[in-house]
């Protein structure tokens, strides 16, 4: 049963259109968004579908195949008074991201009908790939597509209605995130990686032709649940605001390379090594792009390989099942590995020989059946197209 299918039986009658907002994976550049630096994200062909009919009468119902039987609903008028930090509890967790956007987009003075809403998704939850994001982007597009808000759909336009999907997250949600999952599953492009810089917005499509190298990029998705709202994200993004201001910054964009002896001085242990991270972490994106022009994504494997053992050690944000799977996969012959997304849980990333792909998903799946973890799950993904209107 496709997502307009699913609509019918849910609602008794015809959508007037399906959305798909893709998910992400970055392929580097972790934590650097909210810290206004560079990030290199790519659209997926994972996706969340939704489809949608306009409504007369102002109610907002959200259905979805992982939300159980209940309908969710809200009326539209009501959603002005959704207070920075959440909703009043009374919804599922899922729910408030639909019904955030259509408090942001009211936000920005835009007309938001009533609707019906039917929601699939072949993005995991909880794996880090952005499955929140995905769905915010299918949902915002849509109800650009039915008010005619954003109608010339220009990069700005993309990236205005990806600002209101991150507001979404930020102020209904509560979590935290900067702009870079949005842009990705709203800017991205087949065969492409989106270079994004956080603080000016500006981005170009970098080619990222894995197939036409013959590379496989593997997901090892842990089932470790995380989630952007808990404390552990929270608590990185104080420490880096802590480093900017004792080092006299707007944000650690401001440092280079060259800063991390003095703010070795100045700064607390802890709060250093954040700083490190981040500051390495932007050069090291901006190295991956350098490299993927030059030499292509066979190169690019020690940049990844670096951005782990930074998030490991010195943002500490992997976990035992994230650092299994990437010394699996390097051990088994990895051109590069790395974890991807808010981390604490989540999954990682192999970039690999794709000849050797079925020798890297055994090799990882014995090893977590030796360590007494569960089974994970092994999936590769291409770069995509971003959200769009597919039916």
């Given at each position: 049963?496709?997502?307009?299918e699913?609509?019918?039986?849910?609602y008794?009658?015809?959508?007037?259109?399906?959305?798909?907002?893709?998910?992400?994976?970055?392929?580097?550049?972790?934590?650097?968004?909210?810290?206004?630096?560079?990030?290199?994200?790519?659209?997926?062909?994972?996706a969340?579908?939704?489809?949608?009919?306009?409504?007369?009468d102002?109610?907002?119902?959200?259905?979805?195949?992982?939300?159980?039987?209940?309908i969710?609903?809200?009326?539209v008028?009501d959603?002005?008074?959704?207070?920075?930090?959440?909703?009043?509890?009374?919804?599922?967790?899922?729910?408030?991201?639909?019904?955030?956007v259509?408090?942001?987009?009211?936000?920005?003075?835009?007309?938001?009908?009533?609707?019906?809403?039917?929601?699939?998704?072949t993005?995991?939850?909880?794996?880090?790939?952005?499955?929140?994001?995905?769905?915010?982007?299918?949902?915002?597009?849509?109800?650009?597509?039915l008010?005619?808000?954003?109608?010339?759909?220009?990069?700005?336009?993309?990236?205005?209605?990806?600002?209101?999907a991150?507001?979404?997250?930020?102020?209904?949600?509560?979590?935290?995130?900067?702009?870079?999952?949005?842009?990705?599953?709203?800017?991205?492009?087949?065969?492409?990686?989106?270079?994004?810089?956080?603080?000016?917005?500006?981005?170009?499509?970098?080619?990222?032709?894995?197939?036409?190298?013959?590379?496989?990029?593997?997901?090892?998705?842990?089932?470790?649940s995380?989630?952007?709202a808990?404390?552990?994200y929270?608590?990185?993004?104080a420490?880096?605001?802590?480093?900017?201001?004792?080092?006299?910054?707007?944000?650690?964009?401001?440092?280079?390379?060259?800063?991390l002896?003095?703010a070795?001085?100045?700064l607390?242990?802890?709060?250093?090594?954040?700083v490190?991270?981040v500051?390495?972490?932007?050069?090291?994106?901006?190295?991956?792009v350098?490299?993927?022009?030059?030499?292509?994504?066979?190169?690019?494997?020690?940049?990844?390989?670096?951005?782990?053992?930074?998030?490991?050690?010195?943002?500490?944000?992997?976990?035992?099942?994230?650092?299994?799977?990437?010394e699996?996969a390097?051990?088994h012959?990895?051109?590069?590995?790395?974890?991807?997304?808010?981390?604490?849980?989540g999954s990682?990333?192999?970039?690999?020989d794709?000849?050797?792909?079925?020798?890297?998903?055994?090799?990882?799946?014995?090893?977590?059946?030796?360590?007494?973890?569960?089974?994970?799950?092994l999936?590769?993904?291409?770069?995509?197209?971003?959200a769009?209107?597919?039916?």
């Amino acid at each position: 049963m496709n997502t307009a299918e699913s609509f019918r039986a849910w609602y008794r009658t015809e959508p007037e259109g399906v959305w798909s907002g893709p998910g992400r994976v970055n392929l580097i550049g972790e934590h650097t968004d909210y810290n206004l630096g560079f990030v290199l994200p790519f659209a997926i062909d994972a996706a969340t579908q939704v489809a949608v009919r306009r409504r007369e009468d102002g109610a907002a119902r959200f259905a979805s195949a992982f939300g159980g039987r209940d309908i969710q609903e809200v009326m539209v008028d009501d959603v002005t008074r959704f207070h920075p930090g959440g909703l009043a509890g009374k919804e599922q967790q899922w729910a408030r991201y639909p019904m955030g956007v259509l408090w942001a987009m009211r936000e920005a003075g835009i007309d938001v009908p009533g609707v019906d809403v039917m929601i699939e998704s072949t993005v995991p939850v909880g794996s880090g790939l952005s499955s929140s994001a995905a769905l915010e982007c299918a949902v915002a597009l849509a109800i650009a597509d039915l008010t005619g808000a954003f109608a010339e759909r220009t990069n700005q336009d993309l990236l205005d209605i990806a600002k209101l999907a991150q507001r979404a997250e930020n102020e209904v949600v509560g979590a935290p995130t900067g702009i870079m999952d949005q842009a990705a599953s709203l800017l991205g492009a087949e065969n492409a990686a989106l270079f994004l810089d956080c603080r000016s917005l500006e981005n170009e499509l970098v080619p990222l032709e894995l197939a036409q190298n013959g590379l496989t990029l593997l997901v090892i998705d842990t089932r470790v649940s995380h989630s952007h709202a808990d404390g552990g994200y929270a608590e990185r993004r104080a420490s880096c605001e802590l480093g900017a201001r004792l080092m006299g910054v707007e944000s650690l964009r401001d440092l280079g390379i060259p800063d991390l002896d003095r703010a070795e001085e100045i700064l607390d242990e802890v709060t250093y090594r954040r700083v490190k991270h981040v500051v390495t972490e932007n050069q090291r994106v901006l190295d991956t792009v350098a490299t993927l022009e030059a030499d292509g994504p066979r190169a690019i494997g020690p940049l990844l390989d670096a951005s782990h053992e930074s998030m490991r050690d010195d943002f500490e944000i992997s976990a035992p099942e994230l650092d299994l799977a990437v010394e699996t996969a390097q051990a088994h012959g990895a051109i590069g590995a790395r974890m991807t997304g808010g981390g604490f849980g989540g999954s990682a990333i192999a970039l690999i020989d794709s000849v050797k792909e079925e020798e890297t998903r055994s090799a990882i799946l014995a090893a977590f059946q030796a360590a007494g973890y569960g089974e994970p799950g092994l999936f590769s993904v291409t770069p995509a197209s971003g959200a769009r209107k597919v039916d």
